[in-house]
């Protein structure tokens, strides 16, 4: 008696419907005509049915098997289908590939919207508005910093970290940042003077002015 495995056999498209049901397909590949062809598909469908009889009366699972029958017949099928006829591409559409960002995070640990915002702050006239943001952000950066690298960045760091990501473009006074508060301690809102440079710079320019820091006037409630 030859012997007949299941590796040797044809690869299931559907393997939930049994290779019985694969082969009824493939019978009705085999049919020329088409009327004939179309009345077996719909017996084989109500067939796939009756594997699941508490869903085959439902809209949903009728088109669902329709599905079926052309994934179990790898979409070779011709039949006329109640439902618009799937093909590969649809079933399984290919996804866009990803545009991935070509320009680089200059200092990884503190992410690109720290650098995008600095670079913004260049078009920015409210100059009361840029020295709280600064400031924010350089209460940012000296925290990432300390994550990062396991020790608190010292006043140099913070200042060349700015200079780079506004591409030398804003500046902050040393003793200003001296006086910069822990963000986790700080109960005040402080302002950070910066300077900001609208022409072209020199790298190893350094800020001219001496920033001082102010606090908010008191709101009398």
Do not use: C
Request: aromatic share 8%; hydrophobic share 30%.
């Amino acid at each position: 008696m030859k012997k007949n495995y299941n590796y040797q056999r044809k690869k299931l498209q559907l393997p939930e419907y049994g290779r019985h049901i694969h082969e009824m397909v493939d019978q009705l590949m085999a049919i020329q005509d088409r009327e004939e062809r179309n009345k077996q598909a719909k017996s084989v469908i109500a067939v796939m049915g009756n594997l699941n009889p508490l869903l085959r009366d439902s809209s949903e699972f009728a088109h669902k098997i329709w599905d079926h029958i052309f994934i179990i017949s790898d979409f070779q099928l011709d039949i006329d289908s109640p439902y618009p006829i799937p093909t590969a591409k649809t079933l399984a559409p290919v996804p866009k590939k990803l545009l991935y960002p070509s320009k680089k995070v200059k200092i990884k640990h503190y992410g690109k919207n720290i650098e995008k915002v600095l670079l913004e702050l260049q078009n920015s006239d409210n100059v009361e508005s840029v020295e709280i943001v600064v400031g924010n952000i350089a209460k940012y950066m000296r925290t990432k910093s300390y994550e990062y690298n396991q020790e608190h960045p010292s006043n140099e760091v913070i200042i060349k970290d700015i200079k780079k990501l506004s591409n030398h473009m804003i500046y902050v006074d040393e003793e200003a940042i001296s006086n910069l508060k822990s963000e986790y301690k700080n109960t005040q809102n402080n302002y950070l003077k910066v300077t900001q440079n609208r022409g072209k710079v020199n790298k190893n320019q350094r800020s001219i002015s001496k920033p001082q820091y102010r606090q908010r006037p008191a709101i009398n409630k």
